[in-house]
């Protein structure tokens, strides 16, 4: 099994960016699929999730929205009015389990599959 991230870049505050996580070797249709970031010298912190509900972390939230095309087993961040501080490598992570807790989809350790990580950088 193999996610592989794209879509990061160089953009500036206020701008806009898609990214895109192909799966291949599984279909993650009936679980859970979620992005997380990592800022140089912070933990790795949870984005966005989309499994039996769809899940926002607060600094995203009517920013960053989460999508997903079963038929191309491929997931996608929509990120907008991008911020300084929204700098970091992108990952994307997938279960085949639909999370039952709420709970679940924000810890990073519930997710057995990670992508390799996309750079976003955000200059102000």
């Known amino acids: 099994v193999q996610l592989q991230a794209s879509g990061g870049g160089l953009v500036q505050t206020g701008d806009s960016l898609r990214l895109s996580c192909a799966a291949s070797?599984?279909?993650?249709?009936?679980?859970?699929m979620a992005w997380f970031r990592q800022a140089p010298g912070k933990e790795r912190e949870f984005v966005a999730a989309?499994?039996?509900?769809?899940y926002y972390s607060g600094s995203v939230k009517g920013r960053f929205t989460i999508s997903r095309d079963n038929a191309k087993n491929t997931l996608y961040l929509q990120m907008n009015s991008l911020k300084p501080e929204d700098t970091a490598v992108y990952y994307c992570?997938?279960?085949?389990?639909?999370?039952?807790?709420?709970?679940?989809?924000?810890?990073?350790?519930?997710?057995?599959?990670w992508g390799q990580g996309t750079q976003v950088t955000v200059s102000s």
């Open positions: 992570a997938a279960d085949d389990r639909p999370f039952n807790t709420r709970n679940a989809y924000f810890q990073a350790k519930e997710y057995y599959y």
């Open positions: 070797g599984n279909s993650f249709s009936r679980g859970t």
């Open positions: 989309d499994g039996r509900g769809t």
